[in-house]
């Protein structure tokens, strides 16, 4: 399970802990695909707002890496979009927070058996979304590579040049290289810019925790 707020994290592990064994409990993206290697769980639930590396990149990351896992997502995102790129990402599941807790370990269920499972709260909205066939991709989001997503959130965290090296284990040249790219694609003249526009896709939250500067 990858939730970054303790709160909820233990109250999902009250709620699933008698029905299912559970592994582990991670509150970040990286550490997620980390414990997917080492621990090969059968169910992942993930928020999609997650510090370091946001759920849909954890779950490109693992899937790409063809660890037979099913993911489901567990987020405030009720937005239709959000909730199609996340089947894309390889989601198997997808529900909202304010879903009754009872309808998590239906879905739980539901994809072991090799189902997909979409919260009614949203389904109709899913089903139109993906009938709309005059509907146009958002094509800057595909522009941009794992990579250059993984700058994206971590500049949007607030995290300094030299701290995203650091985590992504590369130069600080390179990641201004991304930064100043994904501008160019994006078409915008700001930090700011880059940051409402991870917003825009779900990236990170609205109000985004500040990282931790006592390091």
């Known amino acids: 399970m990858a939730e970054d707020h303790i709160i909820v994290a233990e109250g999902l592990k009250s709620i699933l802990e008698d029905e ?7 509150a970040d993206g990286r550490a997620l695909v980390e414990a997917a290697r080492q621990q090969k769980p059968d169910v992942i639930v993930a928020d999609i707002s997650m510090p370091l590396l946001n759920g849909l990149d954890a779950a490109r990351q693992i899937k790409k890496e063809g660890l037979p896992v099913k993911i489901i997502f567990l987020t405030m995102h009720a937005e239709v979009p959000l909730a199609t790129e996340a089947f894309r990402s390889g989601a198997s599941g997808y529900l909202l927070k ?80 991304h930064k100043y790219e994904m501008m160019q694609t994006l078409g915008v003249q700001t930090t700011a810019e880059l940051i409402q526009y991870a917003i825009k896709i779900g990236l990170i939250p609205l109000s985004p925790p500040a990282p931790d500067q006592s390091q």
């Open 98 to 177: 304010q879903s009754a807790s009872q309808e998590l370990i239906t879905a739980i269920h539901e994809v072991v058996k090799g189902h997909s499972y979409v919260t009614p709260l949203i389904t109709k909205d899913v089903l139109t979304f993906l009938m709309d066939v005059t509907r146009e991709p958002e094509q800057q989001v595909i522009k941009l590579t794992p990579r250059q997503r993984e700058v994206l959130q971590l500049v949007a965290e607030g995290r300094t040049m030299k701290e995203i090296a650091s985590i992504l284990e590369i130069s600080t040249r390179t990641v201004e290289a």
């Open 20 to 26: 299912f064994e559970l592994i582990g409990i991670v």
